[in-house]
């Protein structure tokens, strides 16, 4: 399965972005599916995942009540919706794909794999 990521952008610190992420190859209905980031100079870091029919979430502390993972399994795509942004939260935004229905924060447990797209939240 190949996985797009898209709709990153610069936004202002306060303000509002969503991210998705388009399956392609094949559909990942029965995936669970995480996004993860990496800032400059740092490592790659989980921040939300979505199991495969959507009804079991889990979010980074640092995200908790700000970001909202969801998914469209018709249309192949998982959504990211990133609300009161700051500026910690710049980094390039990666989604993946585990062959499991849950998958949790391990990296590890991640299949597959996008491009990041950037997101620029400024002060």
């Known amino acids: 399965v190949q996985l797009q990521a898209s709709g990153g952008g610069l936004v202002q610190a306060g303000g509002s972005l969503r991210l998705s992420c388009a399956a392609s190859?094949?559909?990942?209905?029965?995936?669970?599916v995480g996004w993860f980031r990496q800032a400059p100079g740092k490592e790659r870091e989980f921040v939300a995942t979505?199991?495969?029919?959507?009804?079991?979430?889990d979010y980074a502390d640092s995200v908790k009540g700000r970001l909202t993972v969801s998914r469209d399994n018709a249309k192949n795509t998982v959504y990211l919706q990133m609300n009161s942004l700051k500026p910690e939260d710049t980094a390039v935004y990666y989604c993946?794909?585990?062959?499991?229905?849950?998958?949790?924060?391990?990296?590890?447990?991640?299949?597959?794999w996008g491009q990041g797209t950037l997101v620029t939240v400024s002060s």
């Open positions: 993946a794909a585990s062959v499991t229905g849950w998958a949790g924060p391990s990296i590890s447990k991640y299949n597959y």
């Open positions: 190859g094949r559909t990942f209905s029965g995936y669970a």
């Open positions: 979505i199991s495969w029919g959507g009804g079991t979430t």
